[in-house]
């Protein structure tokens, strides 16, 4: 069984920055594609960040240029490192483990585990 902590979320400013981890277990960590989603009060869950078991990088267009999202496989953990946060930013954001070894994807269905999320507020 596959567990997922995210941690680092908060209130900061608009133009602030944040680093989201998200501690993984149970599985080898190595051979799959990790995501980072979120959802907005009254919106769906949407993509923001995935990274594959070889590094290679995928982001959503609001978010390129301004987040990073990097994995270190001998701590189990994928990171979220987000700058120039905006306010359209605020929401809960999950981590997300992929459904299948050496597989990637930007949708939800390509994930079968979560965390349990974690809440970033950025004021204008």
């Known amino acids: 069984q596959v567990q997922l902590v995210e941690s680092g979320g908060g209130l900061v400013q608009a133009g602030d920055s944040l680093r989201l981890s998200c501690a993984a277990s149970?599985?080898?960590?190595?051979?799959?594609?990790m995501g980072w989603f979120r959802q907005a009060p009254g919106k769906e869950r949407e993509f923001v960040a995935a990274?594959?078991?070889?590094?290679?990088?995928y982001y959503a267009d609001s978010v390129k240029g301004r987040f990073t999202i990097s994995r270190d496989n001998a701590k189990n953990t994928v990171y979220l490192q987000m700058n120039s946060l905006k306010p359209e930013d605020t929401a809960v954001y999950y981590c997300?483990?992929?459904?299948?070894?050496?597989?990637?994807?930007?949708?939800?269905?390509?994930?079968?585990?979560w965390g349990q999320g974690t809440q970033v507020t950025v004021s204008s």
């Open positions: 997300a483990w992929a459904a299948k070894q050496y597989i990637v994807g930007v949708t939800a269905t390509r994930y079968d585990y």
């Open positions: 149970g599985r080898t960590f190595s051979s799959y594609a």
């Open positions: 990274i594959s078991w070889s590094g290679g990088t």
